[in-house]
């Protein structure tokens, strides 16, 4: 327990620093390498559209993030008499549920010291769990993380391309670049900048798939009108359409919340809290 506690005030940092680093090397190097002549530059050059959808989906990916925290899942231990640790049933003897259980998958998270309903998961990067109130949030957040970071790559890819006049049109270069620069990061051929972006890279390709396939994974599961918590304990739940199960959780007006990082506008959810 106490590993996890240390790795849900780890995490939080870990991204915060990579965020910090991305956006430093793409303002600051990546961009810049691309204007060859600024006084000659047309307002629609290349680079400018490169920084401002580095910008877009930089601001959407923060903007979630914060979203995702501030819109923490509602504590609903203060009508829940449960013990420390312990899952909640709030099953009258009559078999009715008490209001405090009106969604299903109610949980307790032992690393929030919460109750939430609708519980996903909790994830570590956020410091948070993912419940009803922040999922949309939550999905959004690793949309734009993993396109941020594959724009990252794509940019890291070009100047590194310029700078050690390298051409990647054979799919091999890219995967035999690493242990290439190693060697001659040690030999003395290879700057310490240039072995930090190629690093980099690497990890902006392993964050990018890893976020793309946690959404995939969690719009399939909304799909079918499940949360990750209900897939591991085996629940059972009510077949509905998947529109319907799609708009409990981005809304009517999920547009909105496509462009640019809002709270969630027109669920379900927000309808019964306002009741």
């Known amino acids: ?51 401002a959808l580095f910008l877009f989906l930089s601001a959407n990916a923060l903007g979630n993030y914060i979203l995702v925290i501030q819109n923490s899942p509602e504590d609903l231990g203060k009508c829940l008499n449960s013990g420390g640790g312990a899952e909640v049933v709030a099953d009258r003897p009559d078999g009715s549920r008490s209001p405090c259980s009106a969604l299903p998958s109610t949980h307790f998270c032992r690393l929030c010291a919460r109750v939430t309903q609708r519980h996903d998961h909790h994830c570590f990067f956020t410091g948070n769990c993912i419940g009803s109130r922040n999922m949309r949030n939550f999905i959004m957040f690793c ?3 993993s396109l941020a970071c594959l724009d990252s790559l794509v940019a ?13 049109a054979n ?63 085996g629940m059972v739940v009510r077949a509905r359409p998947w529109r319907k199960n799609l708009q409990d959780v981005f809304g009517k007006r999920w547009l909105i919340g496509l462009l640019i990082p809002v709270l969630n506008v027109g669920s379900d959810n927000n309808r019964h809290k306002e009741k």
């Open 171 to 233: 799919p091999l270069a890219f995967l035999t670049l690493l242990p290439h620069s190693i060697s001659q990061f040690f030999s003395g051929a290879l700057l310490s900048s240039e072995m930090f972006v190629i690093l980099m890279l690497y990890l902006w390709l392993g964050i990018g798939l890893a976020c793309a396939g946690f959404c995939s994974h969690q719009i399939l599961l909304i799909l079918r009108g499940q949360t990750r918590y209900q897939v591991r304990k």
């Open 1 to 51: 327990m106490l590993v996890l506690r240390v790795l849900n005030v780890v995490a939080p940092a870990y991204f915060l620093c990579i965020s910090l680093v991305t956006f430093v090397l793409q303002l600051f190097l990546f961009i810049p390498s691309m204007f060859k002549d600024p006084s000659t530059t047309p307002l629609f050059s290349p680079a400018l559209l490169h920084g």
């Open 143 to 145: 949309l734009y993380t």
């Open 156 to 168: 890291g890819v070009a100047y590194i391309s310029a700078v050690l006049s390298m051409s990647f």
